[in-house]
Structure formats: structure tokens, C-alpha cells
């Protein structure tokens, strides 16, 4: 432990202050390589990325329009990429003053746009600036003259941020930038720096290659030029002004962004780490980045060594750690000076957590050259009415040093290794008893004394009922007949068939109930059920859909208990009861007692609030309220009401909504359709471009109580188990705990025989742990992306119409 607590942290000494001093020597022994500087006047172009920046374009046109550049052509361009917040509008207002647009009609990220546009430009030097960069007015001049040089191909200027407040983001970064300009001006002495900075950086025209669209431009381009053999340098006269990205989670997010595409920068400009072809450079890009991305690998690895060696010398070490950790939450309280200090602890945190993230995603293809600016997420985020987070930071520090101040007096009182075993089991074993048990006994409570009733009344708004379909050869025609028979009237409803790569004759079954109505949308390539819908949607112009499954029959009333609670304004969507039928592998007693279960925690939930999904085989939405998911969507069930909660309207349980479906017919079935649903939802909460509600302090604790603990419960229950067969040989109480999981575990093992599985106990404890595995499951392929997006289609039952 202690080797590895060496070596970790001389590679973090190494990375931030080693390298620094490494560079500092080469140029006090060597020498400045001097960059040969004259007034030239090229023609340049200045071009301005930018997507949804209404609310500064206007401002920067202005500073551009004024920048100094005597004796020379200065052509500015702005690449939207595919705007819609009015930036265009506002940019072509300036076209009598010089300013060119170029619009992309699909939005494909900032590096897409600039492969189209910098190959067509008639320059010498192009310059590349963020709409939110405001430059000096000679900025352009100090840039352009390092050119006179023949050796430089690439010249960064000096990007200072604006106090803005005293945020941890603000202030670090500003600390941040400080401490990388003098790394630039050091790699400079030496050589080349390594990168460019989106905000002010130019090249020679002739230079540009066209980028992977999910490059990062501003260091691969810089890169690739260098591994040609010209220097990029940094020219600190050469000055614009930005604000931070505003907030740790908004700069946390941009660096597993940035990580994650440099570090495949690395492997697509060849050469720049080898020392034979680029010389110093390929010291520069191991020290100033690549070791840089591990730091955070390198400061848990030392964290855990050093703990480890603490642990060793003293059995008090685990309490006291716990008790100088509370402590330490209340003095940053009280002490705006140290506050201060910590502020720059959490933004190097947030970074070095960043590094790692983005290297796992860089690694794995989790890219995306897609980006939103932090005032495009300032302003989504503003757009429900007193948004704010679930807690305070003030009261979150407090209840979290409460918590570690209680487990370390609990911990003083106990033995060493014992006793982190022993809280291990008590919070795993209390974690699955509030999933379970006490979540269910509170929500019942609340939905007693704070019920809100939902207004529902005798509506007829127009529907579509909309059915997804894929070789539903076997179901399709009872559907039809079924959705023909339903209690609603017909002038008032359509009913549309999207066939998703259809080859069973699906399509045809489908065409022969054209001519009393039915649409059939005939995808000749299978894309998955998000696609469809999406695809489908476009074509609909019905005040209320009903998106619905093929095997799913309604009961004739369904359509009208679905819509009778659109006449509440706040309700958004509807989801209705769909009661399974069928032997389902003799799972039936077992997951008939899941479902209801699950059911009576959707009503209540829909009774306080408003539900985290719905399901996926009957429910309804407002069509104005619908926004279409990404395609590569898992479950529509969650991310189509989700966007519907985000939108400020409530998602509502109607139990008089009934439909039946006949259940899996198998256990593998079964077993498949949990770990898609669990993995869709990772999915779901991992990404961006579904973020939840915080504002809405129910929808957030349901979310962490009903799914996200609930998808951690395989965790909890291996902690519990591991951690009392650990401690059985010290007590009886312990052998009691690990005898009764191993036994309950022993019973859903043998429930994999379907004749022992009829037995009630052992049929329950089976289903338990299918669920649990299947979660566990889900969750690893929801993390890795692993989870096709089209789902595996189980041979079904034939039903002949009625």
C-alpha cells in the first residue's frame, strides 16, 4: 500500500507542479525558442460557432464589427448549427454590414459545420471564436503577425473569464486558467503548446483537415498540425473575455465532454507521441493532458492506499475519519474563509472526477460532437416557474455531517473492520426495507393527507390510437377488431398502425381494415419502437394520442376513462391498467402479486403528484406535450411522460382504463423484458437531453425511492448477505441473518424448476431474485450501452378477431 501510495501521488506532484518545473528548466538551460513577430496583414476570415445564442449573438456581432485590423480584409462568418431560438434572425439582420451566415439545416455538432464551411472560405488565416468570446479590439492584429513566421502554423490567444460570482466553479476555474497560461507560455518557450482554445485560436487555411464529426476542433486540429511539422504557439497579447460555465455540474459536465473527445484526439493525429518525429511535443501531450485525464485514477488509487495504511495502524481510524469528516462540514459553514479554500477543493474534485468519466466514454465511443452552450441549459432550465434544486447546499452539507457524525460515534463504540461490516449490513439491510416496506407505508400516509384529486369529466376530444407494431402477424387482427369495437366515437377517432420492419405479413392484415379507417405507417427497415413513434407522430394532428401495444386489447370503455382526466388542465398524461392474463410460466401467483403491488404505488404516487412512467402498453398524452426522445431511446413509457412533467403537467394512474395482455409465456421472456426496462432507465437518467424536473420535490423522491434504489437493491441485497456471512463467526444473531438469505436465496434457485415453482414460497422467492438479476443486468448494460434499442421479439400466441 505504501508503494502504491508513492507512486500515485508523484504522478499527481508529476502532472501539476513536476511538469511545470520540467519546462521551466529545459528553458533556463536551453533557451527561449523565440517566435519571429512582424505586422502582416493576410486576409482572414473570423468564424463564430454557434447554436441558440440569441441572447449574446447580437453582442458579438458588435465586438466583431469593431476589431481592428487596418490594411487587411476581415470576412466574418457565423455557422449555425441548425438555431432556432432566433440567433438567425438576428445574424442576418447584420448581412448589409459584412456578416455572412451559413446555416446547417441539420444540426450535427460544431465540427460537422465547420468541415462544411472552412474548406469553401477565400482566406489565408482563419480564426475560430464561441459566440460568447468578446475580443479585444486588436486581438485579431496580435493573432495575425506570429504568421510572419514560416515555422508557425497554429497561434492561441489568451481567454481571461469575468467574475461573475464566488461559486466553486467560478473560482476555480479562474485559479485553473491562471495556472494552464503559464503551462502555455512555458510549452511555447520550449516548442509548441499543446491544443488551441475554441474561444480564440488561428491556423492557416491551407492547414485544415476535415475532422471526425465527433472531434473536438480546437485540439485535434491544433494537433494535427504540429505531427505536420509546424509549431503552434501561444500568443498572450491576443485577448477575448468570457464568463465560466456557472456551476460545478455545468463544468463537470463540459470536461467529461472535452475529455472524453481529446482523448480520442490522441489516437486519430499519429505521431504527436512519438519523440523520434515531434520531439518535446510528445513530452508536452503525456504530461500536460494524457497524465492529466489520469489524475483522477491516480488520487483514488492514492486515497484508498493512504486509508488503507491508516487502517492498518489503528482500529480507531474509520470512526475518526468519519467524525474529522462532519466536523470539517460544519466549519465550512461557519467560516467563509474556508469555505473559500474548499471551493477550490470541490472544482478540483469535480475536474479530476471528469477526467475519469470522460475517459471511460472517450474509450467506449460514448461521444458525440453535439453541444449546448451553458446559456442555452441557463435557459431550458429557467423555463419552469421556480425551478431550484431538491435541497439547499447548506442543508445538504448539515444532514450529511449528521449522518457521518452518527456512523462515527457508532463506529468508536465497535471494533475495527467489524464495524464497517456491521454498518454495511444495517444500511444495505435498512436500504431494501425502505425500498420495499417503509417507501410504500409513507407513500400511503401522504396520499391521506395530501391527496390531490384529479378533475375528471365527460370529455370527446379527438384521439389517435396509436399502435406500434413488428411481426405481430399472430395478434395484429384481433387488435384491429378490437380497437374497431371500442366505445368512442368514430368521427373523433383514427387509428394508425406503425410497422416497424414488418415481414410476416403484418402490413398486409393491417391494409385489409383500410377501407373502415385504419392508417398503416409501413417502415420497410427495423429501427426500433422509438423511431416509429417518432416517424409517426409527425402526421398526427388528434388533440389526445393513445400510444398502445399490439397484443394489448382494450376493453371497450378504455378510451373514454383515458380521456375523461384530460378535462384537468394540469394533467398531461394518463396511464391505464393493463391486467395480465394467462398461465405466464406458472410465474403467474408470483408476478400477480409484483403487479398489483406495483400498481397500488403508481395509484398513490398518482394521488400526490404524478407517476415516474407509465405503461408502455396503454396510455395517453396531450399531442402538444409531446417532444420527440432521441432515437436510440429504450423506453418510451419513461421518456415521453418525462417530458411531459418537465413541461410543469402531472402524470396520472386511471385504474378504469383497462386492457388485458396475455403475460410472458416464459421465464426467459420475462426475465429479457426486466433487464431492457431496467436498462432503458439507466439510460434514461444518464443522459442530458432528459433531465429530471428538480423543481418537482415529489417526482424527485419518487424517482430515487421507486427506481433508482429499487435498481440498487441487487447491491444491497449481495452487502447484506456478504457482510453477515462475514460476522457469523463472532455472532449468532449474524448466522441467523446469513442461514435465513442463504435459505430464502436456495428457494428461488429451485423456483427455476416450473413444477417447484407453483409452490407459493418457493414461486415468490424465485421472482425476487429473476427481478434481481434481471436488474442487475440492466443496470451494467444501461452503463455500458449495451442494450439494443430494438426489443427481442418472444413468439406469441395467436388470438383470432371477434
Known amino acids: 500500500m505504501a508503494i502504491i501510495l508513492w507512486v500515485a501521488a508523484g504522478a499527481l506532484f508529476y502532472t501539476y507542479a513536476g511538469y511545470v518545473l520540467l519546462l521551466w528548466l529545459i528553458v533556463q538551460l536551453r533557451g527561449t525558442r523565440e517566435v519571429r513577430k512582424r505586422e502582416v496583414r493576410p486576409r482572414v476570415s473570423l468564424v463564430i460557432s454557434a447554436y441558440d445564442e440569441a441572447s449574446i449573438i447580437r453582442q458579438k456581432l458588435e465586438n466583431a464589427l469593431a476589431l481592428q485590423y487596418r490594411g487587411g480584409r476581415l470576412e466574418i462568418v457565423v455557422v449555425s448549427d441548425e438555431s432556432t431560438d432566433g440567433t438567425d434572425d438576428i445574424v442576418l439582420g447584420y448581412a448589409s454590414r459584412g456578416v455572412r451566415l451559413e446555416r446547417r439545416p441539420v444540426r450535427g455538432g460544431k465540427t460537422a459545420g465547420l468541415n462544411h464551411v472552412v474548406p469553401a472560405l477565400d482566406c489565408d488565416i482563419v480564426v475560430f471564436s464561441d459566440a460568447n468570446a468578446m475580443y479585444a479590439p486588436d486581438a485579431i492584429e496580435k493573432l495575425v503577425r506570429n504568421f510572419a513566421d514560416p515555422e508557425v502554423g497554429c497561434v492561441t490567444g489568451e481567454a481571461r473569464y469575468l467574475e461573475r460570482d464566488d461559486s466553486p466553479a467560478d473560482a476555480g476555474e479562474r485559479a485553473y486558467w491562471d495556472y494552464e497560461i503559464r503551462i502555455k507560455r512555458l510549452e511555447t518557450a520550449v516548442g509548441s503548446m499543446v491544443g488551441g482554445d475554441g474561444a480564440i485560436y488561428a491556423i492557416r487555411k491551407e492547414l485544415w483537415q476535415t475532422l471526425p464529426a465527433d472531434a473536438i476542433n480546437d485540439f485535434l486540429n491544433p494537433l494535427q498540425i504540429v505531427a505536420a511539422g509546424w509549431r503552434g504557439v501561444y500568443e498572450p497579447q491576443a485577448i477575448c473575455y468570457e464568463e465560466t460555465a456557472g456551476g460545478v455540474s455545468r463544468e463537470y459536465r463540459r470536461r467529461v465532454r472535452i475529455v472524453s473527445r481529446s482523448w480520442r484526439a490522441i489516437f486519430q493525429a499519429p505521431g504527436v507521441l512519438n519523440p523520434f518525429k515531434v520531439g518535446l511535443f510528445a513530452l508536452s501531450v503525456v504530461s500536460h493532458k494524457v497524465l492529466r485525464w489520469f489524475s483522477g485514477a491516480f488520487l483514488v488509487v492514492g486515497t484508498l492506499a493512504g486509508l488503507g495504511l491508516v487502517a492498518s495502524t489503528t482500529q480507531m481510524s474509520a470512526a475518526g475519519v468519519l467524525i474529522v469528516t462532519a466536523v470539517a462540514g460544519v466549519v465550512y459553514l461557519l467560516l467563509p474563509p474556508v469555505r473559500r479554500t474548499v471551493q477550490l477543493g470541490v472544482y478540483f474534485v469535480a475536474i479530476t472526477g471528469a477526467s475519469v468519466i470522460g475517459l471511460v466514454k472517450g474509450s467506449l465511443g460514448r461521444v458525440s460532437g453535439i453541444w449546448s452552450t451553458p446559456r442555452a441549459a441557463t435557459g431550458a432550465a429557467a423555463g419552469g416557474a421556480g425551478a431550484r434544486s431538491l435541497f439547499a447546499p447548506r442543508q445538504a452539507i448539515l444532514a450529511m455531517a449528521a449522518a457521518v457524525l452518527v456512523a462515527g460515534v457508532v463506529l468508536l463504540k465497535t471494533d475495527g473492520w467489524s464495524a464497517l461490516l456491521t454498518a454495511m449490513f444495517f444500511l444495505s439491510a435498512a436500504a431494501l426495507v425502505y425500498v420495499y416496506l417503509l417507501y410504500p407505508v409513507a407513500l400511503g400516509l401522504v396520499r391521506r393527507r395530501a391527496r390531490r384529486d384529479v378533475l375528471r369529466a365527460p370529455t370527446e376530444p379527438t384521439v389517435c390510437l396509436f399502435i406500434t407494431a413488428n411481426d405481430e402477424a399472430g395478434v395484429i387482427g384481433a387488435k384491429m377488431a378490437n380497437s374497431l369495437a371500442l366505445e368512442y366515437p368514430p368521427a373523433k377517432l383514427t387509428i394508425l398502425v406503425a410497422s416497424d420492419g414488418s415481414v410476416d405479413g403484418t402490413n398486409e392484415i393491417v391494409r385489409s381494415y383500410a377501407a373502415v379507417g385504419v392508417r398503416l405507417l409501413a417502415f420497410p427497415e427495423r429501427r426500433g419502437k422509438i423511431a416509429a413513434i417518432n416517424e409517426g407522430m409527425e402526421g398526427v394532428a388528434s388533440e389526445i394520442v393513445v400510444f398502445s401495444d399490439a397484443n394489448t386489447l382494450l376493453e371497450p370503455g378504455a378510451i373514454r376513462a383515458l380521456v375523461r382526466n384530460f378535462a384537468d388542465p394540469l394533467v398531461g398524461a394518463v396511464s391505464?391498467?393493463?391486467?395480465?392474463?394467462?398461465?405466464?410460466?406458472?410465474?403467474?401467483?408470483?408476478?400477480?402479486?409484483?403487479?398489483?403491488?406495483?400498481?397500488?404505488?403508481?395509484?398513490?404516487?398518482?394521488?400526490?403528484?404524478?407517476?415516474?412512467?407509465?405503461?408502455?402498453?396503454?396510455?395517453?398524452?396531450?399531442?402538444?406535450?409531446?417532444?420527440?426522445?432521441?432515437?436510440?431511446?429504450?423506453?418510451?413509457?419513461?421518456?415521453?411522460?418525462?417530458?411531459?412533467?418537465?413541461?410543469?403537467?402531472?402524470?396520472?394512474?386511471?385504474?378504469?382504463?383497462?386492457?388485458?395482455?396475455?403475460?410472458?409465456d416464459t421465464a426467459t421472456e420475462e426475465f429479457m423484458r426486466k433487464v431492457r426496462v431496467a436498462a432503458g432507465a439507466v439510460q434514461f437518467l444518464r443522459r442530458s437531453d432528459s433531465a429530471v424536473p428538480w423543481q418537482n420535490r415529489q417526482l424527485i423522491v419518487t424517482i430515487l425511492s421507486h427506481k433508482a434504489l429499487r435498481w440498487l437493491s441487487p447491491v444491497f441485497a449481495f452487502t447484506a448477505f456478504a457482510s453477515a456471512v462475514l460476522l457469523s463467526w463472532q455472532s449468532n444473531w449474524f448466522l441467523l441473518a446469513s442461514l435465513g438469505q442463504a435459505v430464502f436465496l436456495v428457494a428461488g434457485v429451485l423456483g427455476c424448476s416450473s413444477r417447484l415453482r407453483r409452490v407459493s414460497v418457493i414461486g415468490i422467492a424465485h421472482y425476487f431474485w429473476l427481478v434481481q438479476v434481471a436488474a442487475t443486468v440492466g443496470f451494467a448494460r444501461g452503463l455500458l450501452g449495451r442494450q439494443p434499442v430494438a426489443w427481442r421479439r418472444f413468439q406469441r400466441a395467436t388470438v383470432e378477431p371477434v
Open 576 to 664: 391505464g391498467d393493463v391486467i395480465l392474463e394467462g398461465e405466464r410460466a406458472a410465474l403467474g401467483s408470483s408476478e400477480d402479486l409484483y403487479y398489483r403491488y406495483e400498481r397500488w404505488l403508481q395509484a398513490c404516487e398518482s394521488d400526490v403528484g404524478t407517476m415516474v412512467g407509465v405503461d408502455g402498453a396503454l396510455y395517453a398524452i396531450r399531442r402538444e406535450l409531446f417532444v420527440p426522445p432521441p432515437t436510440d431511446t429504450i423506453l418510451d413509457d419513461m421518456a415521453i411522460p418525462m417530458s411531459v412533467a418537465r413541461a410543469g403537467r402531472r402524470v396520472v394512474f386511471e385504474p378504469a382504463a383497462r386492457a388485458h395482455e396475455r403475460g410472458c
